[in-house]
């Protein structure tokens, strides 16, 4: 089973070495410690993805239930043009970065109702993108959703009572004198980096308090 840092690097590559394409969106797909690992990246220079960072406001998908516009319809892109040579998610790892991160939290709870569960989804200071259906439906598999330092990210958008984690966040590293800075992949790879040279480190030692 590939560890959550070696998650991280293969976001990290998916931002040039993608091999799935939806659009203006792109995942790497590929097969670590024979686990198949599905890699997504955050946002890049494509303007359609910025379209779609600020296509915010609230909509109703009838299998993920009130979602973040702009990101339930690029779920729904990838989710629509995968690779039919990794088309069974069964037991695979989603994980993403950013925007990537949203889109691995929505397109797990699109697997999860097609019946094909995906076993963890990891996330890398990813956005605010679903309520509470999609928590419900995440709620059988493994969701570890980091925030390293003071990363802006995962705190929008913020509409209270509508916009939630699926499940606690995983702080880790030390805030950078730019917060921006610690939205960076290479940030979150340092910091787990660290923490794997922790001994007896796990991610629920480092758990927040708040899930919302």
């Known amino acids: 089973m590939p560890?959550?840092?070696?998650?991280?690097?293969?976001?990290?590559?998916?931002?040039t070495n993608a091999t799935w394409f939806a659009g203006e969106l792109s995942a790497l797909y590929t097969v670590a410690d024979?686990?198949?690992?599905?890699?997504?990246?955050?946002?890049?220079?494509?303007?359609?993805?910025?379209?779609?960072?600020?296509?915010?406001?609230?909509?109703?998908?009838?299998?993920l239930g009130i979602c973040h516009s702009g990101f339930?319809?690029?779920?729904?892109?990838?989710?629509?043009?995968?690779?039919?040579?990794?088309?069974?998610?069964?037991g695979a790892?989603?994980?993403?970065?950013?925007?990537?991160?949203a889109l691995a939290l929505l397109l797990g709870g699109i697997l999860v109702a097609r019946r094909t569960p995906p076993a963890a989804v990891v996330?890398?200071?990813?956005?605010?993108?679903?309520s509470?259906?999609?928590?419900?439906?995440?709620?059988?598999i493994a969701v570890r959703s980091y925030r390293n330092g003071d990363d802006p990210v995962p705190d929008v958008p913020w509409l209270p009572g509508v916009y939630l984690r699926p499940r606690q966040q995983i702080e880790i590293g030390a805030p950078a004198d730019d917060p921006l800075a610690?939205?960076?992949?290479?940030?979150?790879?340092?910091?787990?980096?660290?923490?794997?040279?922790?001994?007896?480190?796990?991610?629920?030692?480092l758990v927040s308090s708040s899930a919302r």
């Open 182 to 205: 610690d939205h960076h992949i290479g940030a979150y790879e340092s910091a787990l980096a660290t923490l794997e040279e922790t001994p007896l480190w796990t991610p629920s030692r």
């Open 72 to 90: 339930c319809t690029g779920a729904w892109e990838l989710y629509r043009r995968a690779p039919m040579a990794c088309a069974d998610f069964s």
């Open 132 to 140: 509470w259906k999609l928590r419900r439906l995440l709620s059988p």
């Open 34 to 63: 024979d686990r198949p690992v599905f890699a997504i990246p955050g946002t890049k220079r494509e303007i359609g993805e910025w379209l779609r960072d600020f296509a915010a406001w609230p909509t109703w998908d009838a299998t």
């Open 3 to 15: 560890t959550d840092l070696d998650l991280c690097r293969l976001v990290a590559q998916s931002y």
């Open 123 to 130: 996330t890398f200071g990813a956005p605010r993108c679903g």
């Open 93 to 101: 790892i989603i994980a993403g970065h950013s925007l990537g991160g």
